[in-house]
């Protein structure tokens, strides 16, 4: 998963099928970000930088982007998240090493641009400093680019950290030396128990943040589902108190809701006080049709919780009024107190719900006509057979997910690089449907760089 925060869009979770997807995501994403900004002599573009194992698709997308002239780095600096303490700076497992061998000596960063902390200083407490006064000089970073750790650790703050914390060393937690020692051939004694690492502070202070990188699906799942478990437990609902969960549909939310299951069944979560409402729903597909969305969310989520039926909310594509029925999705919705967290899918045409490219962001519940592109993806639900899928549906606005009240200072919410970079001038304009124009500054931008 990819997450990406900006200070207007309210949602967190959106899922990308796999790996390779997020990687090639993330790339176009940095890259775009770089040439938007239009770095140059005297105005450099500050990137804040991970290592371990999952950055690398993402780095080898950049260099294939470098190699065929999409994108230099001459005016790029870069400042890396940790050190370990005391590995020789050579050493193949060092992230000096990583980031020269993986990235940077494949691309046109100046030396002295790439900042790496420094692990064997003599004074480490001073080398913290000075990282921390470096950053400062460059203007701050713009955009911060980082992994979780399977225990959330970001860098080498561990859980628990000070959210004001800074540059500093740190001992590391039990998991994250066994989670390493794959680099070290499994030996923990050989995995550095100390490192240098930039703060929580030092990342929340980055002009945009956060890529979010987990290897795979399966740790993105389990990811979605602890942060969905998390919300509802601070949250502590009663009787008096629901919480108010929007909800996708499609393959990609199969996994959160399959260990949602489990922590349900393990005791861990209850969904007793928990009100749901679902983001759409073909029109004139029967209820009971398997792919309706009626019967996905009861067969893989639902049946195996205890929400009561009355506060599972799903828009109804057979209603005999379909304007009526959605303006009274929106009352109820309005009626629960609103959405707290919004979880949401990207199509591959960067839909939310329905709400195609081009849709307003103050758009509310409504019927759409689906774009060719949502129907040939989901044709694979209908046997591959196009005519089967429906070609209406309900689907909750752009502006009802807006409301929702979760928000970070800096949320956005990932999809591919076209879909992002549109929902970026939909959030700067808000009431302004800017999606054709946007489309066309977006390709003369792209001729003129010899895309």
Same mark, same amino acid.
């Given at each position: 998963?990819?997450?990406?925060?900006?200070?207007?869009?309210?949602?967190?979770?959106?899922?990308?099928?796999?790996?390779?997807?997020?990687?090639?995501?993330?790339?176009?994403y940095i890259r775009r970000r770089i040439l938007d900004f239009n770095p140059g002599p005297d105005k450099y573009f500050t990137l804040g930088l991970p290592?371990?194992?999952?950055?690398?698709?993402?780095?080898?997308?950049?260099?294939?982007?470098?190699?065929?002239?999409?994108?230099?780095?001459?005016?790029?600096?870069?400042?890396?998240?940790?050190?370990?303490?005391?590995?020789?700076?050579?050493?193949?497992?060092?992230?000096?090493?990583?980031?020269?061998?993986?990235?940077?000596?494949?691309?046109?960063?100046?030396?002295?641009?790439?900042?790496?902390?420094?692990?064997?200083?003599?004074?480490?407490?001073?080398?913290?400093?000075?990282?921390?006064?470096?950053?400062?000089?460059?203007?701050?970073?713009?955009?911060?680019?980082?992994?979780?750790?399977?225990?959330?650790?970001?860098?080498?703050?561990?859980?628990?950290?000070?959210?004001?914390?800074?540059?500093?060393?740190?001992?590391?937690?039990?998991?994250?030396?066994?989670?390493?020692?794959?680099?070290?051939?499994?030996?923990?004694?050989?995995?550095?128990?100390?490192?240098?690492?930039?703060?929580?502070?030092?990342?929340?202070?980055?002009?945009?943040?956060?890529?979010?990188?987990?290897?795979?699906?399966?740790?993105?799942?389990? *990811?979605?589902?602890?942060?969905?478990?998390?919300?509802?437990?601070?949250f502590n609902p009663g009787p008096d108190k629901y919480f108010t969960l929007g909800l996708p549909t499609g393959s990609t939310p199969l996994g959160t809701?399959?260990?949602?299951?489990?922590?349900?069944?393990?005791?861990?979560?209850?969904?007793?006080?928990?009100?749901?409402?679902?983001?759409?729903?073909?029109?004139?597909?029967?209820?009971?049709?398997?792919?309706?969305?009626?019967?996905?969310? *009861?067969?893989?989520?639902?049946?195996?919780?205890?929400?009561?039926?009355?506060?599972?909310?799903?828009?109804?594509?057979?209603?005999?009024?379909?304007?009526?029925?959605?303006?009274?999705?929106?009352?109820?919705?309005?009626?629960?107190?609103?959405?707290?967290?919004?979880?949401?899918g990207i199509g591959p045409d960067g839909h939310i719900a329905f709400n195609e490219p081009g849709s307003s962001l103050v758009s509310r519940t409504r019927?759409?006509?689906?774009?060719?592109?949502?129907?040939?993806?989901?044709?694979?639900?209908?046997?591959?057979?196009?005519?089967?899928?429906?070609?209406?549906?309900?689907?909750?606005?752009?502006?009802?997910?807006?409301?929702?009240?979760?928000?970070?200072?800096?949320?956005?919410?990932?999809?591919?690089?076209?879909?992002?970079?549109?929902?970026?001038?939909?959030?700067?304009?808000?009431?302004?449907?800017?999606?054709?124009?946007?489309?066309?500054?977006?390709?003369?931008?792209?001729?003129?760089?010899?895309?």
């Open positions: 998963m990819v997450r990406i925060e900006d200070n207007r869009l309210k949602m967190r979770l959106v899922i990308l099928d796999d790996y390779d997807k997020v990687s090639e995501w993330s790339a176009k290592t371990g194992s999952t950055p690398l698709g993402t780095y080898k997308k950049l260099i294939e982007f470098y190699k065929a002239g999409k994108i230099s780095f001459k005016y790029v600096i870069t400042f890396n998240m940790d050190e370990y303490v005391a590995l020789p700076r050579d050493h193949p497992e060092s992230y000096h090493s990583f980031m020269w061998n993986n990235f940077f000596k494949h691309i046109d960063i100046a030396p002295e641009n790439a900042h790496i902390l420094d692990g064997n200083a003599q004074d480490v407490n001073k080398e913290c400093e000075e990282y921390e006064r470096k950053i400062a000089e460059a203007g701050g970073i713009e955009l911060f680019v980082g992994g979780i750790g399977p225990d959330g650790h970001i860098a080498f703050n561990e859980p628990g950290s000070s959210l004001v914390s800074r540059t500093r060393i740190k001992t590391l937690a039990k998991e994250t030396i066994v989670a390493n020692a794959r680099f070290f051939g499994g030996d923990l004694s050989q995995v550095p128990n100390r490192a240098l690492t930039v703060g929580v502070g030092t990342v929340m202070d980055a002009r945009e943040m956060r890529l979010v990188i987990l290897d795979d699906y399966d740790k993105v799942s389990e *990811w979605s589902a602890k942060y969905i478990r998390r919300r509802i437990l601070d809701y399959k260990k949602l299951i489990e922590f349900y069944k393990a005791g861990k979560i209850s969904f007793k006080y928990v009100k749901t409402f679902n983001m759409d729903e073909y029109v004139a597909l029967p209820r009971g049709h398997p792919e309706s969305y009626h019967s996905f969310m *009861w067969n893989n989520f639902f049946k195996h919780i205890d929400i009561a039926p009355e506060n599972a909310h799903i828009l109804d594509g057979n209603a005999q009024d379909v304007n009526k029925e959605c303006e009274e999705y929106e009352r109820k919705i309005a009626e629960a107190g609103g959405i707290e967290l919004f979880v949401g019927i759409k006509t689906l774009a060719k592109e949502t129907i040939v993806a989901n044709a694979r639900f209908f046997g591959g057979d196009l005519s089967q899928v429906p070609n209406r549906a309900l689907t909750v606005g752009v502006g009802t997910v807006m409301d929702a009240r979760e928000q970070h200072p800096r949320t956005i919410f990932v999809c591919d690089e076209d879909a992002t970079l549109e929902l970026k001038v939909k959030t700067v304009k808000y009431f302004k449907d800017l999606m054709k124009l946007h489309n066309q500054l977006i390709e003369e931008k792209d001729k003129s760089s010899g895309e």
